[in-house]
């Protein structure tokens, strides 16, 4: 009897004990799932709040970004202007030389001292090159380096001279040829006349004046005889 009576006194007692086990587990449950709402709520309105948050930021980066391109594609020219120059590419081939690469750069840093220094001094080299041109008797390649000193607006003794020396050299050569002319050598003469027509900067008008004069004084000459 008193074996039975304990064992039915124990059954009132658990249920209480698994029913308060019931409600912690749901409570905890419950805490949980707020905490995760709170949690990734947060989360959510931060992603949904980054374009808004990115923009500004983009715009205060873009005139770096730009300074920076900028600074780099100068950069860029420099090193390859003295490149060229190291390379002997002083002012060919044609848009890609040490001449035209300092002139671009120049245009856009006139300030830089250093880079106007070394612009002058590739501007001395294609100087002497064109001063061993001319006593080559090379006047047409002479005058191409003359003319892309012009270009780049940057001037030399041998480049400043140039003309006076061009001049000088094709009155001598009309001179010569009037002279042939005088004495009867006309192949001398017509030499003479090809020799003034090649040279650069001459004038149609020019060739054709001393053609005609040649002619009146071959005439003479031969009338003379």
Known sequence: MSDSSTESGAGPQTA?????????????FVVAGMLAWFFFGQDQQVVEDLPELITPVEEEIEPIRAVVT???????????????????????????????YYVQYV????????????LQAVADRIGANITRAV???????AATLVNQLNN????TAASESFDTQ????????SLAALTAAQAGD????????????????????????????????????????
Do not use: C, F, H
């Open 16 to 28: 209480p004990k698994s029913k308060d086990t019931l409600l912690l587990v749901l409570a905890l």
């Open 70 to 100: 900028e600074v780099s594609a100068d950069d860029e020219l420099l090193s390859r202007a003295r490149l060229a120059a190291e390379a002997g590419m002083l002012a060919a081939p044609a848009g890609s030389n040490a001449l035209y």
């Open 107 to 118: 245009e856009q840093n006139a300030d830089d001292v250093e880079a106007n220094d070394e």
């Open 135 to 141: 006593d080559a008797g090379d006047w047409v390649d």
């Open 152 to 155: 780049a607006g940057v001037a």
């Open 166 to 173: 061009l001049t000088a050299y094709r009155n001598r050569q």
């Open 186 to 225: 006309e192949a001398a003469a017509n030499a003479a006349i090809d020799i003034v027509a090649g040279l650069p900067r001459t004038q149609t008008g020019e060739v054709l004046e001393l053609r005609s004069t040649v002619r009146d004084e071959l005439v003479a000459k031969r009338l003379a005889d």
